[in-house]
């Protein structure tokens, strides 16, 4: 079954058939363009050994093109009209598992429905990959990506749209503004790249600002050589939180109740960071490096007692 084109005035059509409008509050906006469409689908190269996660399924447009070379795909609407309306669009489509609810448990946790979905779909023959590839909502992108890095078992890769603001963080070098701690999550186990910078007249409703689309392959080496994720990530989050501060007052104020100030000053010694250091000038691997230090310490801290 051929899927309708997701054209401006097709999706104004089907909105007005059943009396609904956009909801800003699910960061609806929909990628109108055709080849820009396809071009996120290519993106992906998804094949027959991809189990694939789409979030926000919209009218289904993507999900169609994906179920078309993917061996499974899970999407996920939390719009119940958007859902029955993509329902009509997926009937036909054996392989793909229409999930109707938020992709997020909570904002550091995505749903355990989803988990165990793609868990089951995973184990359902060896050597299957998990890939992200999605149109998603803005105000859902970043949990998503980060949290899937979380789990156990990271995405392949993740070809997504998002904000182009969004996108300069996943590709951000140390000194820019827009280097942050997501940047180091997921610059620490992905390669990053802008595919395309989208403007506004590509979606519909039109967003305020450009979006992007954004590739990341997922490097197996650099993520088994993290040795806790769990802590690299709170880690991480916690050096920037006060990210104009220096790092050692930053430091000190993350690890109060565990460490006294000469042992930072040791750490930062022992790191060759100087006095004036912040966050924002440490590369992915000083970034991991200072981590590593502080975890050692604290579990040689934890033996002795």
């Not at 949290?147 to 996943?170: A, F, H, V, W």
Request: with cysteine.
């Amino acid at each position: 079954m051929e899927s309708p084109r997701q054209t401006a005035s097709y999706l104004m059509q089907r909105f007005r058939e059943v009396g609904l409008e956009p909801d800003s509050r699910h960061g609806q906006n929909f990628l109108i363009d055709l080849n820009l469409i396809e071009l996120l689908a290519r993106s992906a190269q998804i094949d027959g050994r991809d189990v694939v996660l789409e979030v926000g399924t919209g009218t289904g447009s993507l999900t169609a093109m994906l179920a078309e070379h993917a061996q499974q795909v899970v999407t996920v609407e939390i719009d119940a009209h958007l859902h029955q309306i993509a329902s009509q669009t997926l009937v036909e489509r054996s392989n793909v598992t229409m999930l109707l609810q938020d992709v997020l448990r909570n904002k550091n946790n995505l749903h355990p429905v989803v988990l165990d979905t793609l868990r089951e779909k995973l184990a359902a023959e060896p050597g299957l990959r998990l890939k992200l590839a999605a149109n998603l909502p803005y105000n859902v992108a970043t949990p998503i990506i980060s949290n899937l890095l979380l789990t156990d078992m990271p995405p392949y890769s993740m070809t997504i749209t998002i904000q182009k603001e969004l996108g300069d963080r996943l590709v951000a070098e140390p000194w820019s503004k827009d280097y942050g701690a997501l940047s180091v999550w997921i610059q620490s186990q992905c390669d990053v790249e802008i595919v395309r910078i989208l403007p506004p007249q590509v979606f519909w409703p039109r967003p305020k600002v450009h979006s992007a689309i954004v590739h990341m392959q997922l490097v197996p080496e650099r993520r088994a050589a993290i040795p806790d994720l769990k802590f690299f990530h709170t880690f991480v989050r916690s050096m920037f939180f006060h990210r104009r501060k220096f790092l050692r007052s930053v430091m000190i104020a993350a690890f109060k109740n565990q460490f006294e100030k000469p042992q930072i000053d040791q750490i930062m010694t022992q790191q060759s960071l100087g006095a004036d250091a912040r966050a924002e000038q440490l590369s992915v691997e000083q970034m991991l490096s200072l981590c590593e230090a502080c975890r050692t310490m604290l579990k040689a801290q934890e033996a002795e007692e």
